[in-house]
């Protein structure tokens, strides 16, 4: 199959065929046929985690193409969107029913052992797989990943309808954040974003205060002034060394602030700062099955459409000079692969 591989820290990915990995009795075969690239896989690629040989690709949805000998919940054909991991089906943890907490999980796209969706073909736990509805298109699908990243953000962060809510970055996930406060009814959702076509967006997608950051570099002190308020809760979706502190700094007293942005590389704060502003930090991770449901059903009923975050569908063969293109995005929101173009 084709698949696109990552040869190390500062190198330009390559376009491969390598053979399929290997299917377990408990696992499923899908035919990828939409996989989104994530600010994750770029962080990723700059660390020193970040093993040559490793394809990236967690967000993503498919056409089943083979089962495993015990597999019970899925035939060839189905329509899938599943989780990027899969757990033994043999430990204590999965014998309970916790499959995502499994002892010996695998997580999809992230070392050379378990090959991720910027491929024509993965392998999946059964029970970590989803069934997708005829309606939900594999562009949408590929995007629940996301939008549970967000999701399980808001849910940690125990949003109430008077909280006022900032988010630091337009990227796909500050993105994914103001449509879920919008769903939820928060009545102030300000996006602060340097990046003019993402700052667009984010109306669409849910914010109804949009604050330019080449034009100002305290974004609280912008939305106090429109509001009357300052923000209860300040979402950082940057990701980058120094945003924390400067989340701490221009938070009032009691502030939440949810890091979301995942930092991959070492970053200091100053946790004094903290306790004097009496500021909670809030560090979400992952989302269940349970999340993905919720947002299938959501976007079957036409509840929310992540549609509007997809800006390219590109193939294999185009994501080295695109991946590349992503750290200093442009134009770019969501950007898809799709396998069989
Ligand atoms: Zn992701
Ligand atoms: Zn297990």
């Given amino acids: 199959m084709k698949a696109v591989v990552f040869q190390g820290v ?22 990828v046929k ?3 690239i994530c600010g994750s896989d770029l962080h990723f690629s700059e660390t020193k985690s970040a093993k040559p040989g490793t394809v990236f690709g967690h967000e993503f949805a498919g056409v089943v193409s083979a089962v495993g000998s015990e597999v019970s919940r899925w ?11 899969s757990s033994c089906g043999k430990c204590t943890m999965c014998l309970a029913g916790e499959n995502l907490r499994c002892e010996n999980l695998q997580n999809m796209g992230f070392s050379p052992a378990y090959t991720g ?38 849910a940690k962060a125990r949003i109430q309808m008077d909280d006022a809510a900032l988010i630091i970055g337009a990227g796909p996930i500050g993105l994914t954040l103001a449509t879920w406060l919008k769903h939820f009814g928060v009545t102030h959702i300000a996006i602060s ?32 002034r429109q509001t009357g308020r300052a923000p209860s809760i300040i979402f950082e979706a940057v990701g980058i060394p120094g945003i924390i502190q400067s989340c701490i700094n221009m938070a009032e007293v009691g502030t939440r602030i949810v890091a979301v942005g995942a930092c991959q590389t070492a970053d200091t ?19 269940s099955l349970a ?49 069989w173009k």
């Fill in 269 to 287: 704060f100053y946790p004094v700062s903290c306790s004097v502003k009496k500021i909670e930090l809030i560090f979400p991770f992952s989302y």
């Fill in 117 to 154: 969706a910027y491929s024509q073909f993965v392998v999946v736990g059964e029970n970590e797989a989803i069934h997708l509805p005829d309606n939900v298109d594999f562009n949408r699908a590929a995007a629940i990943e996301p939008l549970a990243v967000g999701y399980e953000a808001i």
């Fill in 75 to 85: 035939q060839v054909g189905d329509r899938v969107v599943p989780l990027p991991h």
């Fill in 10 to 31: 500062g190198q330009t990915l390559t376009v491969e065929e390598r053979a399929e990995d290997e299917l377990a009795t408990n696992q499923i075969k899908v035919q």
């Fill in 34 to 36: 939409a996989c989104g």
């Fill in 193 to 224: 974003e340097r990046n003019e076509k993402r700052l667009a967006l984010a109306s669409q997608m849910g914010a109804n205060i949009c604050i330019n950051a080449n034009k100002t570099d305290n974004p609280v002190e912008e939305f106090t």
């Fill in 291 to 339: 999340d993905y449901e919720t947002i299938i059903t959501l976007i079957n009923q036409g509840r929310i459409d992540p549609e509007p975050l997809i800006s390219h569908i590109v193939s294999l063969d185009e994501v080295p000079d695109i991946f590349e293109a992503l750290r200093n995005p442009k134009d770019h929101i969501k950007v898809l692969i799709d396998p």
